[in-house]
T-cell receptor, first 114, second 112 residues
């Protein structure tokens, strides 16, 4: 149980375009989801906390107009990287908290901006 | 804010117990200790968490010192597939949406 599905697993896009990443909780309802970014050989960096039905809370230094987060239902949160540039290339990972206190993570999305 | 300190890397022989330490000397009374691991290019995998008491599940055991300033994750019989980066995390309360903040973790290499 407590599975989070993240899609796509890999995406390549042209500089200046936007990319949407989906995160779904498959067998539980997630009122709160989290979005992380991970650069090569580095740890996960929390970008924002996504709350169902309300605005996301962004960490300091993360541009909310560039990384649009929508959490319109209890099972789906999306992260849209707008006007992507090569420096946005990274591994993006979503997470959700499940009953019992644990946090489950998606398998990640490898974004490459060319 | 509580922070964690872990060794950068550790090695373990296959079949032996792997003991991964974590210091969290500034942890507060209501903060939990979580352990996750990440195999290359995958999302982190939940291992175990605890508050005060020692915990055990099918994957590992978590030993928390009485003063809660440190903990040890124990993989009782390490296999090659346990090679990963292991993260010890103290849960930060953030209103009603508690977030997990990752440190640098310990890269565990299990050798044949």
């Amino acid at each position: 149980g407590a599975v989070v599905s993240q899609h796509p697993s890999r995406v390549i896009c042209k500089s200046g375009t936007s990319v949407k990443i989906e995160c779904r909780s498959l067998d539980f309802q997630a009122t709160t989801m989290f979005w992380y970014r991970q650069f090569p050989k580095q740890s996960l960096m929390l970008m924002a906390t996504s709350n169902e039905g309300s605005k996301a809370t962004y960490e300091q230094g993360v541009e909310k107009d560039k990384f649009l987060i929508n959490h319109a239902s209890l099972t789906l949160s999306t992260l849209t990287v707008t006007s992507a540039h090569p420096e946005d290339s990274s591994f993006y990972i979503c997470s959700a908290r499940f009953l019992g206190g644990g946090y489950t993570f998606g398998s990640g999305t490898r974004l490459t901006v060319v | 804010d509580a922070k964690t300190t872990q060794p950068t890397s550790m090695d373990c022989a296959e079949g032996r117990a792997a003991n991964l330490p974590c210091n969290h000397s500034t942890i507060s009374g209501n903060e939990y200790v979580y352990w996750y691991r990440q195999i290359h290019s995958q999302g982190p995998q939940y291992i175990i968490h605890g508050l005060k008491n020692n915990e055990t599940n099918e994957m590992a055991s978590l030993i928390i010192t009485e003063d809660r300033k440190s903990s040890t994750l124990i993989l009782p019989h390490a296999t090659l597939r346990d090679t990963a980066v292991y993260y010890c995390i103290v849960r930060y309360p953030q209103g009603g949406s508690e977030k997990l903040v990752f440190g640098k973790g310990t890269k565990l290499t299990v050798n044949p």
